[in-house]
C-alpha cells in the first residue's frame, strides 16, 4: 500500500486492461536548447524530453507519473551548486540512478542584423550570468535573470527585441533563429555543469562482476556541539573511503538551535543539513559499515541513491 501523500503507480491488472505501457518520458527544466536538454540527451538518448518550466515541475512530473526519469542539475565548475535542486531532493521522495556532465559553451545570441553595440540588456539563466559576469560587465548592459538560458532566446526571438541578447546555448539559437554574436564568453574555458539523473526507484545494488566505478549520495544532520562534523566525516577516513562532495544547507523547519560553544545560553546558531557524497557502492561492506556507524551519530540519514560515476568529462 502507498505510504501517506504518496501515490501509487498503475497495477499490473489496469496495465494489461488499459494497454498502459511505461513513458520512456525524461524530464528536465528549461526549454528545448537548454542545457539540461543537453544532458537529458545523453543520459538517456533513446528517450522523449520532457521541458519543465521549473526544477519543482521536473520533480512532480516524475512523482505524478508523467515521466519516468528526470534529469537536474547540481553543480557547476563555475557558479558552484545550484540550492533549489538540494532543496527538492530532500523533499521528494525519489531516488538517484546516475549522473552525467555537460561542458557549457555559452554564446552571446541576438537577431539577426543586430550587433553587439545595439545591446543594452543581457538576459539568461542566473547560473549562466554568473558563469560570464566578466563578459557581461565589459559590455556594460543590464543583466536580467529568467527561468532557463533557452528560455532567454526564445523569448527574444517571440518578441523580437532588438536591443536584448541572450546568454545560451548555440543549439537554442538555431532553434529560435537567433545569431550567434560571439561564441565561447564564459568566464573560465573548463566550464563544466554535473546532472543528476533521478528515479522513483533506486538504482539495482552493484553486482560482483559491476566494475564500474560507484558513487553514493546521501544527507543526514547532527546534534549540536563542537566535533560533531568532524566525528561524522571521520566515519568515511577511517575506512578509506574519497569524500568528492559536501554541501551544507540550513535546515527549512528548524533552522536556528541554541550554540554549545559560549557559556551564554542565548547564544544561537544555524542549524544545518549536510549533503555528501562519497565514492563507492552500497554493495561494499566498507559502505555498509559507515553507514551503519552514521546511524549511530546522526538523528536523521537517507540515503538518496548509490549509482555508476559518470568518467566522461
Known amino acids: 500500500m ?14 494489461l486492461a488499459t494497454g ?7 524530464a528536465y527544466q528549461g526549454a528545448p536548447g537548454a542545457y539540461s536538454e543537453m544532458a537529458a540527451l545523453k543520459a538517456l538518448p533513446n528517450w522523449e524530453p520532457m521541458p519543465c518550466e521549473q526544477f519543482e515541475v521536473a520533480f512532480q512530473a516524475l512523482s505524478q507519473w508523467l515521466a519516468e526519469r528526470a534529469v537536474l542539475p547540481v553543480e557547476n565548475s563555475l557558479g558552484g551548486s545550484i540550492h533549489d535542486v538540494y532543496d527538492l531532493l530532500l523533499r521528494y521522495r525519489l531516488h538517484i540512478v546516475g549522473e552525467v556532465s555537460i561542458v557549457v559553451n555559452h554564446c552571446l545570441l541576438a537577431l539577426p542584423g543586430v550587433s553587439k ?18 563578459y557581461t560587465r565589459k559590455l556594460g548592459v543590464v543583466r536580467e535573470a529568467v527561468d532557463d538560458t533557452a528560455g532567454a532566446a526564445k523569448l527574444i526571438s517571440e518578441k523580437g527585441w532588438r536591443d536584448v541578447a541572450a546568454v545560451a546555448s548555440r543549439r537554442a539559437g538555431e532553434l529560435y533563429g ?21 528515479s522513483r526507484d533506486p538504482q539495482v545494488a552493484a553486482q560482483p562482476n559491476d566494475t564500474r566505478p560507484y558513487k553514493t549520495s546521501i ?8 566535533g ?3 566525528k561524522a566525516l571521520s566515519v568515511f577516513a577511517l575506512r578509506d ?3 568528492t562532495k559536501i554541501e ?8 536556528l538551535v541554541l550554540s554549545m560553544d559560549y557559556d551564554d545560553s542565548s547564544m544561537r546558531t544555524f542549524n544545518y543539513m549536510f549533503y555528501i557524497d562519497f565514492v563507492g557502492s552500497l554493495a561494499e561492506p566498507k559502505v555498509q559499515n559507515a553507514l551503519r556507524h552514521m546511524e549511530e551519530i546522526s538523528p536523521f540519514l537517507r540515503i538518496l541513491g548509490s549509482y555508476p560515476r559518470d568518467v566522461d568529462l
Open 20 to 26: 498502459f505501457r511505461p513513458l520512456s518520458r525524461v
Open 178 to 198: 537567433l545569431s550567434v554574436l560571439e561564441d565561447g564568453i564564459q568566464d573560465q574555458c573548463d566550464n563544466v555543469t554535473r546532472f543528476i539523473v533521478l
Open 2 to 15: 502507498p505510504g501517506k501523500g504518496e501515490e501509487a503507480g498503475p497495477s499490473s491488472v489496469q496495465q
Open 219 to 226: 544527507v543526514f544532520t547532527l546534534h549540536a556541539g563542537p
Open 117 to 134: 553595440t545595439d545591446i543594452k540588456r543581457v538576459m539568461s539563466h542566473p547560473q549562466a550570468l554568473a558563469q560570464t559576469d566578466g
Open 241 to 243: 573511503i574519497d569524500l
Open 228 to 230: 560533531m562534523l568532524f
Open 248 to 255: 551544507s544547507r540550513p535546515m527549512r523547519e528548524n533552522p
